[in-house]
């Protein structure tokens, strides 16, 4: 399996730098969502980003079990955390910065998810969207337990509030993780809450329906966000899977891959 890779990064309109840090490489993608401010908020994304690819590029080669690569991901985002609190630790002005995680492992077939906090993931499938994360929000809380239906949850003033997030140690920083086998010719959509956050997910899913060139897919997201009122920033990575011969020509993980360009508007 192979994956052709397009992605956009983009400031929102409020803010002076983008929060939002993101990392694709070898089968591994991360986006973290910054929070603390301004300047903080880029600066803990970038930590996160930083130290879990490092780690997973140490020691994920070789790694084929579930188990492992889990055990791995919970690792990786606990030296994140342990990073980002010691640069609070270093400069007190930094206090009550954070980062959201979203971190998928593509290996063959199979996709290997950790996420702490509101970035999400989705999974596009004959015709059909359908969420395969779960955000750790005050929202989602609410929506579990019945009190909030899933269309009123976009628009609810305490959106904002992550109730897990990398930076506030352990007890806050406990992610989630899930295994599952990619079909081929599916598209994955991971993002920030810059576009999940706004959008519903029927849509996103008629934004897909309707896009013929899936290599515009990212940027036509993120214009379907500012259209729904978001000023936040915003990350998307799409990813189509492909199922090539056996033996295919020498080629890169991703056979395609759009570098992350910072736009301002």
């Not at 490489?25 to 929070?35: C, L, R, S």
């Amino acid at each position: 399996m192979r994956y052709d890779c397009y992605f956009t990064s983009t400031k929102g309109s409020h803010h002076l730098e983008n929060e939002d840090s993101v990392y694709i490489n070898d089968g591994i993608i991360i986006i973290a969502d910054g929070m603390g401010g301004e300047c903080c908020g880029e600066i803990a994304s970038s930590i996160a980003v930083k130290t879990m690819s490092e780690v997973l590029q140490e020691k994920l080669y070789g790694l084929s079990s579930e188990p492992m690569i889990g055990k791995l991901l919970l690792e990786a985002t606990a030296k994140a955390d342990e990073a980002i609190s010691q640069y609070i630790g270093l400069h007190r002005d930094a206090l009550g910065m954070g980062t959201t995680v979203l971190v998928a492992i593509l290996k063959g077939c199979k996709l290997y998810l950790a996420w702490c906090g509101d970035s999400r993931c989705y999974l596009y499938e004959e015709n059909e969207v359908s969420l395969l994360t779960k955000d750790h929000s005050f929202v989602q809380e609410l929506v579990d337990a019945g009190e909030l239906g899933e269309n009123e949850a976009i628009s609810h003033p305490d959106s904002n509030i992550i109730t897990r997030f990398v930076g506030g140690g352990s007890d806050m920083c406990r992610p989630d993780f899930k295994c599952l086998e990619i079909p081929d010719s599916t598209l994955l959509i991971l993002c920030s809450d810059g576009l999940s956050g706004y959008c519903r997910k029927d849509e996103i899913e008629h934004v897909i329906q309707n896009t013929d060139d899936v290599e515009n897919l990212p940027v036509t997201l993120r214009e379907l966000a500012i259209r729904k009122g978001s000023d936040d920033d915003i990350t998307i990575v799409v990813l189509r899977s492909e199922t090539y011969p056996p033996h295919p020509p020498e080629r890169s993980f991703f056979t395609r891959l759009k570098r992350k360009i910072k736009e301002r508007f």
